[in-house]
């Protein structure tokens, strides 16, 4: 296949362009480098199989010969870049969501978009399954990614509705791994960064919050599950080990061996008091799931830390 990814730059979207590549299909990667980095994508280069373009997908996109599959990867998704790029953030996941769909339909290509558990909000149900329709604040500060999202999904349903296009929903929970940045905001990068410097490990609110965090390899042989299915609806794909964000950042300290202090900070506006995802739909239809527990995932992440540290 030859295959276009937006955000190919980014955490997620580097290490999709790598598996594509690894099994053989041709990648086309776009990204505007706002929040992704060619840092991610330079070892790619040097094949007759790999393409960079630098754009702003909320633009209108050509892009010459055949395209099989159109992968719309591209969003800041940190909340700490929601806070400080809010209107490219709505504007990527719904002009962007637009502008790839219109790109799918004129190449006649497979769909992806990758959507979020944002989608459930602050869930009133856990864990949150597919049919769940969530419980997201419109117009806090999240809201400008969570609506964008969830704005995304209803366009992509729009156009395989009408337009007949085949579509993946891919709802991704927390992921983490190499390639993450250093000063990215989330609660993983910022604990190993901090338990690296011997600095203050910065828990928000009292840590009993909870997350289910996914190692990227086992997302991204999920998210190739998905593309090569005929699936139309959305699946979660994600790691339902579900800990406190008090324990995540005791764990780091231990992998870390690390002098830090723990310490507590005031909670983000409209912060999800809990998370995790229902993969029944995902081990049924795609016979996938996680083969990584976070303590191997987190040991395999925090060299990329230490070294990125030391640069
Ligand atoms: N968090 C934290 N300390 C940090 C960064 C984040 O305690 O330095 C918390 C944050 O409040 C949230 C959880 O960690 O409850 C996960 O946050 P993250 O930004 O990683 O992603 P989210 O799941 O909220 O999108």
């Given at each position: 296949?030859?295959?276009?990814?937006?955000g190919?730059a980014?955490f997620?979207?580097s290490?999709?362009?790598?598996?594509?590549?690894g099994?053989?299909?041709?990648?086309?990667?776009?990204?505007?480098?706002?929040t992704?980095?060619?840092d991610?994508i330079?070892?790619?280069?040097?094949?007759?199989r790999?393409?960079?373009?630098?754009?702003d997908?909320t633009?209108?996109?050509?892009?010459?010969?055949?395209?099989?599959?159109?992968?719309h990867?591209?969003?800041?998704?940190?909340?700490?870049?929601?806070?400080?790029i809010?209107i490219?953030t709505?504007?990527?996941?719904?002009?962007?969501?637009h502008?790839?769909l219109g790109l799918?339909k004129?190449?006649k290509?497979?769909?992806?978009?990758a959507?979020?558990?944002?989608?459930?909000?602050?869930?009133?149900i856990?864990?949150?399954h597919?049919?769940y329709?969530?419980?997201?604040?419109p117009?806090?500060?999240?809201?400008?990614?969570?609506?964008?999202k969830?704005?995304?999904?209803?366009?992509?349903?729009?156009y395989?509705r009408?337009h007949?296009?085949?579509?993946?929903?891919?709802?991704i929970?927390?992921?983490?791994?190499?390639?993450?940045?250093?000063?990215d905001?989330?609660?993983?990068?910022?604990f190993?960064?901090?338990?690296?410097n011997?600095?203050?490990?910065?828990?928000?609110?009292?840590?009993s919050?909870?997350r289910s965090?996914c190692?990227?390899?086992d997302?991204?042989r999920?998210?190739?599950?998905?593309?090569?299915?005929?699936?139309?609806?959305?699946?979660n794909?994600?790691?339902?080990?579900?800990i406190?964000?008090?324990?995540?950042?005791?764990t780091?300290k231990?992998?870390?061996?690390?002098?830090?202090?723990i310490?507590f900070?005031?909670?983000p506006?409209?912060?999800?008091k809990v998370?995790c995802?229902?993969?029944?739909?995902?081990?049924?239809?795609?016979?996938w799931q996680?083969q990584?527990?976070?303590?191997?995932?987190l040991?395999?992440?925090?060299?990329?830390?230490?070294?990125?540290?030391?640069k």
């Amino acid at each position: 296949m030859r295959v276009l990814i937006t955000g190919g730059a980014g955490f997620l979207g580097s290490h999709l362009c790598e598996h594509l590549l690894g099994k053989g299909h041709t990648v086309v990667c776009m990204d505007n480098l706002v929040t992704g980095s060619l840092d991610n994508i330079r070892h790619l280069f040097g094949g007759n199989r790999f393409f960079f373009v630098k754009q702003d997908v909320t633009q209108f996109i050509h892009y010459p010969g055949k395209i099989d599959a159109v992968m719309h990867f591209a969003s800041p998704a940190s909340p700490v870049d929601y806070l400080k790029i809010p209107i490219p953030t709505l504007k990527v996941g719904s002009l962007g969501t637009h502008k790839t769909l219109g790109l799918a339909k004129e190449k006649k290509a497979i769909f992806m978009i990758a959507s979020t558990s944002e989608v459930y909000g602050d869930p009133l149900i856990n864990p949150q399954h597919e049919k769940y329709w969530g419980n997201v604040n419109p117009v806090g500060p999240r809201g400008v990614y969570d609506e964008a999202k969830r704005f995304a999904e209803a366009m992509t349903m729009a156009y395989h509705r009408v337009h007949n296009i085949p579509v993946r929903i891919l709802r991704i929970f927390n992921t983490y791994g190499p390639r993450m940045r250093l000063h990215d905001g989330r609660a993983v990068p910022n604990f190993i960064t901090q338990a690296l410097n011997n600095k203050p490990i910065t828990v928000y609110g009292d840590g009993s919050q909870t997350r289910s965090l996914c190692y990227v390899d086992d997302l991204i042989r999920g998210i190739y599950k998905l593309l090569l299915s005929n699936i139309n609806e959305p699946v979660n794909i994600g790691n339902p080990e579900e800990i406190t964000l008090l324990e995540l950042a005791q764990t780091v300290k231990a992998l870390t061996q690390s002098r830090s202090r723990i310490v507590f900070k005031s909670l983000p506006v409209d912060d999800p008091k809990v998370r995790c995802p229902d993969i029944t739909l995902a081990k049924k239809l795609l016979k996938w799931q996680p083969q990584i527990g976070l303590k191997q995932g987190l040991s395999k992440t925090i060299p990329y830390f230490r070294k990125a540290l030391d640069k």
